[in-house]
């Protein structure tokens, strides 16, 4: 996916999950945050972070903070581009897919993908990671109950015959592996296990980033 007008910048303070204020060209901006995920270890002052300009000019906010470099790592910490580079891989995950269609109510959820396949429907639900230390990723970075019904909804579609996944898209380059992240909420861990033994697929991918775009690379080991 690539964006449009991007900036580098020099991120001041976030008072807020929605606003971030961003030096850029040395004036202080205040930008959207593209994720209301607590992202305290990406955020931190003085961190250099890439902002892209907005396409509609009667907006509050004239730029939307889309990607942060962390100890020369540059990572893509926009919450709505996980979805969109997946449907740009998804006809390479599942070859067989004749058509996309997000945004796919099943049972009581909105999955974002159903992939319409001769063998049947490939119900996928995609999470964006961001979370990283010393090359291991983790997701969530925040406890998510919407996460954990997600999930149930994907075992309740392998008991009735179709195929699920959960795919996470690691919004970085080269990292070791990807794992629940226990410490912060054992229970997506928890869910997240009873689904792989269930017949739910967990894959990782980590992307290639950089200012301005951002691709779905390889597949990374997942710890369980």
Known sequence: ??????REGRFLSRPNRFIAHVAIDGAETVVHVKNTG??????VPGAT???ERSANPQRKTAYDLIAVEKG???????AQAP?????????VFDPTAEAVHPE??????RLDFCLTTPAGLHLVEVKGVTLEEGGHTRFPDAPTERGIKHLRELERAVAEGHRAAVFFVIQMADVLD???NDVTHPAFGEALRHAAAAGVEVAAYDCAVTADTLSIRRPVPVVL
């Open 49 to 51: 972070v890439y902002v």
């Open 1 to 6: 996916m690539q964006y449009g007008q991007v």
């Open 178 to 180: 990807f794992a629940p």
């Open 83 to 91: 979805n969109r580079v997946f449907r740009e891989f998804a006809g």
């Open 104 to 109: 796919f109510t099943y049972g009581q959820s």
């Open 38 to 43: 607590r992202c305290r270890e990406l955020l």
């Open 72 to 78: 020369g790592r540059l990572i893509n910490m926009d």
